[in-house]
C-alpha cells in the first residue's frame, strides 16, 4: 500500500512551453501533498504544500505563477511549469502524506527544457 | 528556523564493516527526525523514524537531544546498503520535512 505514482516520468519540452506533471496516491486519500525539486547530488528542496480544496504554500523564492499547482482531489495534485525555461530543468518529486503520518514519495519526473 | 546537517556527502566501508552515517538538527521545539533512503534508480523510501524505535534493514538511529543528534547506526555494512540517505526533520507545528544533504554511502566488497 501507500503508492504515489507521478506522470510523466520524463519529459523534454521546449523553451516557452508550459509542462504538466500529475501526482497521484494510488491507494489512499492524501489531504496534503507536497512538492519538491533536486537538482544533480542535491537533496530535495521543498517548493510549495498542497491541501485538498485550498490553495498552496509556497515557500520563499518559489514563484508562484511560475509553479502552478492544483490539488483538485484527495488523490490528484498537479504541478504546470508555466513558460519553461532551460533553467527550470530538473527532477521534480512529489510526496502524499497519508494514514499512518508519514511522506510517500512519488518516482519523481526529469524536466529538459530545450 | 529548522535545519539538518549532514556532515559526509561520502562515505566509503568495507562490507561487514560497521557504519555511522551522521545527522545534527536545529530545532527549537521537539522535532521527529527521519532517515530517507534512495537506492539507485529508485525513489525515496522512509528507512526509520525516531518514534518508532525500530531497527530496519539492520539499521537503527537514536535521537540525541542534547547533541542535538541523529546518527544512523548498522554494525555490519552490506553491499546493498549501498544508497543515497537522507536525514529529515519535521516539527511538531505541520508536516512539512526538512531535508539534510544527503549522504552517498558505498559498501565495498
Known amino acids: 500500500g501507500a503508492v504515489v505514482s507521478q506522470h510523466p516520468s520524463r519529459v523534454i519540452c521546449k523553451s516557452g512551453t508550459s509542462v504538466k506533471i500529475e501526482c497521484r496516491s494510488l491507494d489512499f486519500q492524501a489531504t496534503t501533498m507536497f512538492w519538491y525539486r533536486q537538482f544533480p547530488k542535491q537533496s530535495l528542496m521543498l517548493m510549495a504544500t498542497?491541501?485538498?480544496?485550498?490553495?498552496?504554500?509556497?515557500e520563499q523564492g518559489v514563484e508562484k505563477d511560475k509553479f502552478l499547482i492544483n490539488h483538485a482531489s484527495l488523490t490528484l495534485s498537479t504541478l504546470t511549469v508555466t513558460s519553461a525555461h532551460p533553467e527550470d530543468s530538473s527532477f521534480y518529486i512529489c510526496s502524499a502524506y497519508g494514514y499512518t503520518d508519514t511522506q510517500y514519495f512519488g518516482p519523481g519526473t526529469r524536466l529538459t527544457v530545450l | 528556523a529548522q535545519r539538518v546537517t549532514q556532515p559526509e556527502k561520502l562515505l566509503s566501508v568495507f562490507k561487514g564493516a560497521p557504519v555511522e552515517l551522521k545527522c545534527n538538527y536545529s530545532y527549537s521545539g521537539s522535532p521527529e527526525l527521519f532517515w530517507y533512503v534512495q537506492y539507485s534508480r529508485q525513489r525515496l523510501q522512509l528507512l526509520l523514524r525516531?518514534?518508532s524505535r525500530e531497527s530496519i534493514k539492520g539499521f537503527t538511529a537514536d535521537l540525541n537531544k542534547g547533541e542535538t543528534s541523529f546518527h544512523l547506526k548498522k554494525p555490519f555494512a552490506q553491499e546493498e546498503d549501498s544508497a543515497m540517505y537522507y536525514c529529515?526533520?519535521?516539527?511538531?507545528?505541520?508536516?512539512?520535512?526538512?531535508f539534510g544533504e544527503g549522504t552517498q554511502l558505498t559498501v565495498n566488497p
Open positions: 529529515a526533520l519535521r516539527g511538531t507545528s505541520g508536516s512539512r520535512l526538512t
Open positions: 525516531h518514534i
Open positions: 498542497s491541501n485538498e480544496g485550498s490553495k498552496a504554500t509556497y
